[in-house]
T-cell receptor, first 111, second 113 residues
C-alpha cells in the first residue's frame, strides 16, 4: 500500500536557525498537505500543494512539491519557540482516495 | 463557524468492553474521517464517511466500525477492547472528500485497562 515517510523523526533546532523536513511517498501523489500539531493539541491544516514543482510560502515557512510529485519539503527560516510541535505531511494518490499521513517530524526549539 | 467537536474527550474502559465515540463535523462538511494516533504509530487512518457511505477504509480489524448519519455526524465503535487500542482517536471533517483540507477535532483519549 501507499507509504509516506518523513525525515527526520526529530529535529532539535537552535532558536533563530533554519531547518528543513522532508516527506517522501512510495507512489505519485495527486496532492500533498502539511499539518502542524502543537503538544497536547490536534493537527491543524497548514497548506496544500497540487502542482508538480509548486512552491508556496507562509511567512517563514516555505513548502515545496517535487517535480515527480512523490516528495515534498517544509523549510522554516529563523526558527522561533512558537514553531515547536510535530509537522505532518499527508498525501493522496487520487481524488476520492484516503489521505495517508507521514510519521511526522517533531520539532524542539532551544532558546 | 463552530469547529469539529468530539465526545467524550476522555474515556477509560476495561479489556473486552466496547466503546462508542462521537464526532460532529463543521456545519456543511459532508466528509468525516477517523484516525488513531499513538506515540509509536503516528496517525493511522481508520475510515472515511461521505454522505452516510463509507468511502475508504484503513487496515484495522473488524472490531473497529463506524457510521455516519444524515446530519453528517459520525460515530465509531470499537468492540472487544484490547490494551493496544489505547490511543487518541481523532475525527476530521472536510467539505468535499477525504483528500481535501481536513479540520480536526480535539480527539477522544481512550485508555484501556
Amino acid at each position: 500500500g501507499q507509504q509516506v515517510m518523513q525525515i527526520p523523526q526529530y529535529q532539535h533546532v537552535q532558536e533563530g536557525e533554519d531547518f528543513t523536513t522532508y516527506c517522501n511517498s512510495s507512489t505519485t501523489l495527486s496532492n500533498i498537505q502539511w499539518y502542524k500539531q502543537r503538544p497536547g493539541g490536534h493537527p491543524v491544516f497548514l497548506i496544500q500543494l497540487v502542482k508538480s514543482g509548486e512552491v508556496k510560502k507562509q511567512k517563514r515557512l516555505t513548502f515545496q512539491f517535487g517535480e515527480a510529485k512523490k516528495n515534498s519539503s517544509l523549510h522554516i527560516t529563523a526558527t522561533q519557540t512558537t514553531d515547536v510541535g510535530t509537522y505532518f505531511c499527508a498525501g493522496s494518490k487520487a481524488a476520492g482516495n484516503k489521505l495517508t499521513f507521514g510519521g511526522g517530524t517533531r520539532v524542539l526549539v532551544k532558546p | 463557524k463552530a469547529g469539529v467537536t468530539q465526545t467524550p474527550r476522555y474515556l477509560i474502559k476495561t479489556r473486552g468492553q466496547q466503546v462508542t465515540l462521537s464526532c460532529s463535523p463543521i456545519s456543511g462538511h459532508r466528509s468525516v474521517s477517523w484516525y488513531q494516533q499513538t506515540p509509536g504509530q503516528g496517525l493511522q487512518f481508520l475510515f472515511e464517511y461521505f454522505s452516510e457511505t463509507q468511502r475508504n477504509k484503513g487496515n484495522f480489524p473488524g472490531r473497529f466500525s463506524g457510521r455516519q448519519f444524515s446530519n453528517s455526524r459520525s460515530e465509531m465503535n470499537v468492540s472487544t477492547l484490547e490494551l493496544g487500542d489505547s490511543a487518541l482517536y481523532l475525527c476530521a471533517s472536510s467539505l468535499y472528500t477525504g483528500e481535501s483540507e481536513q479540520y480536526f477535532g480535539p480527539g477522544t483519549r481512550l485508555t484501556v485497562t
